[in-house]
T-cell receptor
Framework: SAVISQKPSRDICQRGTSLTIQCQVDSQVTMMFWYRQQPGQSLTLIAT?????????ESGFVIDKFPISRPNLTFSTLTVSNMSPEDSSIYLC???????????FGPGTRLTVT | QKEVEQDPGPLSVPEGAIVSLNCTYSNSAFQYFMWYRQYSRKGPELLMY????GNKEDGRFTAQVDKSSKYISLFIRDSQPSDSATYLCAMSYPQGAQKLVFGQGTRLTINP
């Protein structure tokens, strides 16, 4: 299974600023994803990070708010732009290896916007 | 109606009990089924992965899938206090990115 790390693990940010979250996988993976988990809630997919092309966003999420990069097969970033308190959440990176559907998750980034 | 329904609990049982966690889904196109365990302030950890109807066993954990009823279960035998966590079911379609759709998660507490 893939081992995934995220940086930062947590941050407190001011309204109107942006934060970039990094996701590093210890091996090459076919797919990478970004999820949001609001307090006490389940996981909601933000987007699929495509290597070398624009990310694929889910309904309700837009590139201007959540720009994503994936320059290679082991690394991706998610930026939360122009933050508001409603963006306070845990942001999780996941990856899928090979042809199987199972995904492995990073530890998450706990974001608080004041 | 949500695509995946899971009783959020909370569920509290004594140590050693058999725990049954369940999810139902509405879309028969789902073909892959997973159970994740999430401890407080941690990322989800993959416990079980199945893609066919029937049972799959791994130690104290058994995953059961009934595609005809659109129903999946996770059984935990000889439950331990260390099993206390939130359990999330997830499923995906066979095509495309195979993105996951999650249930709401069931918060489980095993009492010593």
């Amino acid at each position: 299974s893939a081992v995934i790390s995220q940086k930062p693990s947590r941050d407190i940010c001011q309204r109107g600023t942006s934060l970039t979250i990094q996701c590093q996988v210890d091996s090459q993976v076919t797919m990478m994803f970004w999820y949001r988990q609001q307090p006490g809630q389940s996981l909601t997919l933000i987007a699929t990070a495509n290597q070398g092309s624009e990310a694929t966003y889910e309904s309700g999420f837009v590139i201007d708010k959540f720009p994503i990069s994936r320059p290679n097969l082991t690394f991706s970033t998610l930026t939360v732009s122009n933050m508001s308190p409603e963006d306070s959440s845990i942001y999780l990176c996941s990856a899928r290896q090979g042809l199987g559907a199972e995904q492995y998750f990073g530890p998450g980034t706990r974001l608080t916007v004041t | 109606q949500k695509e995946v329904e899971q009783d959020p609990g909370p569920l509290s049982v004594p140590e050693g009990a058999i725990v049954s966690l369940n999810c139902t889904y509405s879309n028969s196109a789902f073909q892959y089924f997973m159970w994740y365990r999430q401890y407080s302030r941690k990322g989800p950890e993959l416990l079980m992965y199945t893609y066919s109807s029937g049972n799959k066993e791994d130690g104290r954990f058994t995953a059961q899938v009934d595609k005809s009823s659109k129903y999946i279960s996770l059984f935990i035998r000889d439950s331990q206090p260390s099993d206390s966590a939130t359990y999330l079911c997830a499923m995906s379609y066979p095509q495309g990115a195979q993105k996951l759709v999650f249930g709401q998660g069931t918060r489980l507490t095993i009492n010593p």
